[in-house]
């Protein structure tokens, strides 16, 4: 037999035996890859509260309402001088002239409403080319600027937007007392919720009236103006997904920060007082668990599988095409299939994720709980593991892959979570100290003093499940007759009540120890290069 015979023979064996050899390789891979997650017996997914489609609600729901109370009205963005109260300079429409009354937008009234009180009187027209007034920085050939004293303006304006906003308050007073209120239930990533973007304009605008109310002596009507606040988050949260809660949360902060100016400022009579506090601490009891927003991503999760199998890539959840081309990437998701990557495992194993995640989000948010976030993260996506090392070592890279870019923003979540009821309950303590020191002539010396006259009892901080801590003198940075509440704040330390602004964890780029209700605002840091 020739050479050349031989090598040709030798040549067909191996093209033989390579298929084998490859099943082979691949059983053995097979064999050694193992689950990356495991499920959790007994931890329910599924969400307590009802499916609900948004094609069931009626036009007298919650719901409804909430959508027809925060749409804008007609006119409200078309700001208007020169007569639009129908005062003694008033016009006909048609010959009102239109000029730019703020300088950026919405956003320049609720920065005034802190340095300015709202103005119980009309203030006085200034001539054109004038500046408004101290703080006034820039060209402005209106006279109008959004930092100095409030002007004409500006007043008209405010006050033709509480006209057309007062039937929307009505409205939404009826969403308020409809009977079962819930949002519908968002069970897949095309779900609108652009709406959400209209109920933290509608807290805004509550914001501004509430203030004008009080500085017009109707204190009661700035109550209710935060409890509308406080009942819009409520309603967003019920059977609302992740975002849903944060809008919530964002709305509820929004509520504490101005009721603390208010009360600080404005000294409000102590039935009001007493009625916020009370309205604080319910809906800090009444507020939508945390699981519950973990359990409405568990519908959303899975809900993106089919999509990602049909098109064979990751480019629609990361925002934009990738430079991997199509061929390498179906090839790609072809191997992840060999590997044991299919619709149904991915969906098992994104629902055994969430059950991990319910698991903990049921629990008090402290130092324990953050652990096990990062423990069950760390383990489940280390970050050591490479893409190949994933599609050879585990079971279903698909969906870990999935997994991991879904899941680790839910673990900061939690802790947005803990900072709302903080502030709600804080604030429910701060009014109720307020209340009796307006009462009494000084704070209490403890808490309990304040049960049950002014509060049912003594809530505790989220961050530590301890009652929360009375300074009743001696704040950090205060002059020594203020008092202060305080909650120790996701850095589960105790740091004395240090802080550097009211009720938030950061303030630009300040980040606060604890989380602090004095009674007395900060003094504010000097400028940079200020003598």
Not at 224 to 242: Q, T
Not at 243 to 257: E, F, S
Not at 339 to 349: F, M, V
Not at 408 to 435: C, N, T, W, Y
């Amino acid at each position: 037999m020739s050479e050349e015979k031989r090598r040709w023979q030798r040549r067909q064996k191996v093209a033989w035996a390579a298929p084998f050899v490859l099943l082979a390789l691949v059983g053995i891979l097979i064999g050694l890859r193992r689950p990356w997650v495991e499920p959790v017996p007994g931890v329910r997914v599924k969400m307590t509260r009802p499916f609900v489609r948004e094609s069931s609600l009626g036009p007298e729901s919650a719901y409804r309402l909430l959508l027809e109370a925060i749409e804008p009205p007609i006119g409200v963005e078309e700001p208007v001088s020169g007569g639009a109260m129908g005062g003694p300079d008033s016009a006909p429409p048609t010959a009102r002239k239109r000029e730019k009354v703020w300088q950026h937008g919405w956003t320049d009234a609720l920065e005034k409403f802190p340095v300015h009180p709202w103005p119980r009187q009309p203030p006085p027209k200034r001539k054109r080319g004038r500046t408004g007034g101290p703080g006034e920085t820039g060209k402005n050939t209106t006279g109008i600027s959004p930092r100095g004293p409030w002007t004409l303006a500006q007043y008209r304006d405010i006050q033709r937007r509480r006209e057309l906003y007062e039937p929307k308050l009505a409205i939404l007073d009826r969403a308020r007392a409809a009977p079962n209120p819930q949002v519908p239930t968002a069970d897949s990533c095309s779900f609108e919720l652009l709406y959400l973007s209209k109920v933290r304009e509608m807290a805004r605008w509550l914001s501004a009236s509430a203030q004008c109310r009080a500085a017009e002596g109707d204190a009661d009507g700035a109550r209710k103006d935060i409890e509308r606040m406080l009942d819009m988050a409520d309603v967003v949260c019920r059977g609302g997904c992740l975002i849903n809660h944060l809008v919530g949360i964002a709305c509820d902060a929004i509520a504490a920060g101005l009721t603390w100016h208010l009360a600080t400022r404005r000294e409000l009579p102590i039935p009001i007082l007493r009625k916020l506090a009370h309205s604080f601490l319910a809906h800090a009891d009444g507020a939508e668990p945390f699981a519950e927003a973990i359990r409405s991503e568990a519908l959303l999760g899975p809900s993106v599988v089919p999509e990602l199998y049909r098109k064979g890539s990751f480019d629609f959840l990361s925002g934009g095409p990738s430079a991997i081309p199509d061929a390498l990437k179906k090839s790609a998701f072809a191997v992840a299939f060999l590997a044991g990557s299919t619709p149904a495992a991915t969906t098992a194993n994104l629902e055994a994720c969430y059950q991990h995640l319910v698991a903990i989000a049921g629990k008090p948010y402290s130092a324990k709980t953050e652990g096990e976030y990062g423990e069950f993260l760390a383990e489940t996506f280390s970050s050591r593991r490479s893409t190949m090392q994933i599609v050879l070592r585990t079971k279903d890279p698909v969906g870990h892959i999935l997994a991991s870019m879904l899941l680790p923003a839910l673990e900061r979540a939690h802790s947005k979570a803990a900072q709302r009821d903080a502030i709600l309950r804080g604030m429910a303590l701060f009014l109720a100290v307020q209340a009796y020191e307006t009462e009494h002539g000084a704070p209490p010396e403890r808490l309990n003093q304040l049960v049950p006259e002014y509060l049912p009892r003594v809530p505790n901080d989220p961050f530590d499940g301890k009652p929360f801590r009375y300074l009743p003198g001696s704040v950090p940075g205060l002059p020594p007759k203020a008092w202060a509440i305080y909650s120790i704040g996701e850095d589960f330390t105790d740091d004395g009540g240090k802080a550097q602004s009211v009720g938030s964890p950061r303030n630009g780029r300040t980040t606060n120890p604890d989380l602090v209700w004095p009674s007395q605002d900060y003094p504010k840091a000097p400028a940079a290069g200020a003598k």
